[in-house]
């Protein structure tokens, strides 16, 4: 995962049967280079649906309603286990 604005992976990058658990919010892997190889799988993770109300965070991360990046969730969870 890198936080970069731009991808920095694309279908040049990836070994033939390559298995890429992609779960970087931005993408790190472009859309096009994953869809221009059929022998790779990329498999988008990197966001969980919050449950409840639809969380108001006042920012805009350019999520779908209701969805929150998992590095946010999981730090949530650990604090309402009061696991700091």
Do not use: N
Request: glycine letters at 10%; aromatic letters at 6%; a negative charge.
């Amino acid at each position: 995962m890198t936080a970069a604005l731009d991808t920095v992976l694309d279908s040049r990058h990836l070994k033939p049967g390559a298995i890429v658990c992609h779960v970087a919010r931005p993408r790190d892997v472009s859309r096009r280079g994953a869809r221009e190889r059929d022998d790779v799988l990329v498999i988008d993770g990197g966001m969980a649906e919050l449950p409840g109300a639809e969380p108001d965070s006042h920012f805009y991360f350019g999520l779908p309603p209701g969805m929150g990046f998992t590095c946010l969730a999981e730090t949530v969870l650990l604090a309402l286990e009061g696991r700091y």
